[in-house]
């Protein structure tokens, strides 16, 4: 079992920065990759960035190239997502999610855990 846990949420204008973190508890094995995921309200979830450490590839969203970076931080088991230039159309809840049977990065049945969710809200 694996427990993960989102900070770092939070409000920011057009323009300005946020950085979420992801810790990642119990069994780190079951966690061979992760990932961000958003959900907007009345949108569907989509994928917003995913790392695969094994193979060291990273995976972004089209919408959030060259804004936002993921990263990982294996000795404190942390997972982070720095997000640069926000804008409006980023204001979404913020998931972490980590699994061990690849099916693609943003597809969500790769992922077997998931965090609580971080509200991000970003004003014009």
């Known amino acids: 079992q694996a427990t993960l846990a989102e900070s770092g949420g939070g409000s920011v204008q057009a323009g300005g920065s946020l950085r979420l973190s992801c810790l990642i508890t119990?069994?780190?094995?079951?966690?061979?990759?992760m990932a961000w995921f958003r959900q907007a309200p009345g949108k569907e979830r989509e994928g917003v960035a995913a790392l695969r450490p094994s193979i060291m590839d990273v995976y972004y969203d089209d919408s959030v190239k060259g804004r936002f970076t993921v990263s990982r931080d294996k000795a404190k088991n942390t997972m982070s997502l720095q997000m640069n230039n926000l804008k409006p159309e980023d204001t979404a809840t913020y998931y972490c999610?980590?699994?061990?049977?690849?099916?693609?990065?943003?597809?969500?049945?790769?992922?077997?855990?998931w965090g609580q969710g971080t509200q991000v809200t970003v004003s014009s």
């Open positions: 999610a980590a699994g061990s049977v690849w099916e693609g990065w943003s597809n969500e049945r790769s992922y077997d855990y």
């Open positions: 119990g069994d780190s094995w079951r966690t061979q990759f």
